[in-house]
């Protein structure tokens, strides 16, 4: 287990002044472990990745003051670990010295100290951002706990809300003319004044975008059930979905793909509420779909599931209605 170096090994720690390393140590304490994982998998050893931590410990101590203040420590912590494992992977003797592990009499233990090897040998040859990605993916992962989910969520929450404001209560007044003037000046050519017909996009926010919407909503449901036969076009398509999903051998792979789908398909509603784009959010909706597709066939599945045949008459009959479909508008189907 690694603990903070001891006093009497690091004297500048007592040159501050009485209490500030105890309650240095406390706040420490909890992310000794998790920098240990990091350690290891950015090294492949464990004493070195333990003696790594305890110069990172020592550092971290002499370079407090460049914190932050009410900055959390993790980041800067495991910051400080990363950057003491890149000098040692730097150091002269890791390239040139290596020393064998010492021989372990016990069967089980010399084969798991050999499936160790074989994986440290595996990982020394991928790439660095590969092998990065795998330490945070299995050294440095939190979980699903309570607790996890809360923050979360919370974090979300306080994002959204932020947006919300932002876009209700944080524009400024700026007159649309010195708007358009702006833009022309950001133009590569600001001769082709047409292009700034479509200024007001980009000027008017999103309260505007949703009195705007609701005020045309009247006349643009009226293109609801042709966005409905759009989609009953695609049956086939979307009866081989479903037979995907059923396929899939573990439950929680549906329950995700499932809860995937709703999520997406509430997200663009919540669009549809906003901007009067519809056309354009129902084929991104769409395009959403289709990848879902594809990750869910890329599951493990507990039955292999039927391609669409080619010979059924209703559903050539569908693709050829689909085909011949001219061309898909931004508010309005064609």
């Not at 090294?43 to 550092?59: H, K, M, S, T």
């Not at 670990?81 to 009499?105: D, T």
């Not at 709703?262 to 779909?289: E, G, H, K, P, Q």
């Not at 559903?315 to 898909?328: A, E, F, H, K, Y």
């Amino acid at each position: 287990m690694t603990t903070l170096p001891s006093r009497e090994g690091a004297a500048d720690v007592m040159t501050s002044r009485h209490g500030d390393a105890d309650e240095f140590e406390a706040e420490l304490g909890p992310l000794l472990t998790e920098a240990v994982r990091l350690a290891t998998g950015m090294l492949l050893n464990a004493v070195e990745a333990e003696d790594a931590v305890q110069d990172a410990c020592v550092r971290a101590w002499r370079s407090r003051a460049n914190r932050r203040p009410g900055s959390p420590l993790r980041p800067w912590f495991l910051g400080i670990v990363a950057n003491q494992c890149r000098e040692a992977r730097r150091a002269r003797w890791w390239q040139v010295l290596r020393i064998a592990e010492p021989s372990v009499s016990s069967p089980a233990k010399r084969d798991d100290l050999s499936a160790q090897s074989d994986l440290r040998d595996a990982l020394s040859r991928l790439p660095y951002r590969r092998r990065l990605a795998i330490v945070l993916r299995y050294y440095l992962v939190q979980g699903f706990t309570r607790q996890n989910i809360a923050a979360g969520l919370a974090s979300c929450a306080c994002v959204g809300l932020l947006f919300l404001s932002a876009q209700f209560w944080g524009t400024m007044a700026v007159p649309e003319a010195e708007f358009v003037r702006y833009l022309q000046g950001r133009m590569a050519d600001p001769t082709k004044t047409n292009f700034l017909s479509f200024s007001y996009i980009w000027y008017q926010p999103l309260s505007r975008e949703i009195h705007d919407t609701w005020e045309r909503m009247p006349s643009n449901i009226l293109g609801v059930p042709v966005f409905a036969l759009l989609i009953w076009l695609h049956t086939p398509l979307w009866r081989h979905f479903a037979d995907l999903i059923r396929s899939l051998s573990d439950e929680i792979h549906r329950r995700v793909v499932i809860a995937a789908i709703v999520t997406v398909s509430c997200a663009y509603l919540v669009m549809f509420a906003m901007v009067f784009d519809y056309s354009r959010w129902i084929s991104n909706w769409a395009v959403c779909m289709f990848l879902i597709l594809h990750a869910v066939k890329t599951l493990p599945a507990s039955k292999q599931v039927a391609l669409i045949s080619a010979d059924d008459r209703k559903t050539n009959v569908l693709g050829w209605i689909i085909t011949l479909i001219p061309r898909v508008g931004i508010v309005r189907p064609f």
